[in-house]
């Protein structure tokens, strides 16, 4: 007869959003002595080219309920629309600026905050330029596989018009999901996981 090893389950997913934190924000999770500062957690210093903004994001569920441990990196181009990565082809991106950002949400409200800068246009494959963008990997309990969307700026309407992503997706009423107001310096973005408001997700 078969013995039963319970012991040798399967690791629920539920339990990928504290797997997460443990290994990629420490100090968050009050762990010492693995990096000063949790990677990600500073973008800019007093060089860094460009016009410094605030981003605050949230990430809700299908039931409209803020999600409180989640985490988001973020990806973008300076202000020139240089990515600060070796297989850049088109020169050099600002030393003084790290174009990756990495952060979990607070654990009281929810909120992410980025401190950054608003990056410039970058080409699409075929050479159409691209509206001011960050690209986003989201991820939270039960979300295994990161989830990839954009952020991109409402104060730059005819940038965004044009967009060779925007402008394909099959769904245009659902461009709003990908765009974020602005408040003085600062942008707002809410990802809606599922819904009537969900969020674009794009299969990277």
Not at 148 to 161: H, I, L, P, V
């Amino acid at each position: 007869m078969a013995q039963s090893l319970t012991r040798l389950k399967e690791t629920p997913s539920q339990t990928a959003g504290p797997y997460v934190h443990i290994g990629l924000t420490p100090n968050i999770c009050e762990i010492s002595g693995v990096y000063p500062e949790d990677l990600g957690t500073r973008m800019v210093d007093d060089k860094t080219k460009g016009e410094r903004i605030t981003v605050k994001m949230r990430v809700f569920d299908g039931t409209g309920s803020v999600i409180k441990d989640a985490l988001i990196e973020i990806w973008q181009a300076d202000a020139d629309g240089l990515y600060n990565s070796p297989s850049e082809p088109r020169g050099k991106a600002d030393p003084n600026f790290t174009g990756w950002g990495r952060q979990a949400s607070d654990s009281e409200t929810g909120v992410f905050t980025f401190e950054t800068i608003k990056p410039g246009r970058v080409p699409f494959p075929d050479g159409r330029p691209q509206a001011p963008h960050i690209s986003l990997w989201i991820v939270a309990r039960g979300i295994n596989l990161g989830l990839q969307t954009r952020m991109y700026f409402g104060d730059e309407e005819k940038a965004n018009a044009e967009d060779p992503v925007l402008t394909r997706l099959e769904h245009q009423s659902r461009v709003p999901t990908l765009v974020a107001p602005r408040d003085g310096d600062t942008y707002t973005f809410d990802i809606h996981l599922q819904g009537e408001k969900e969020t674009v997700f794009f299969d990277v």
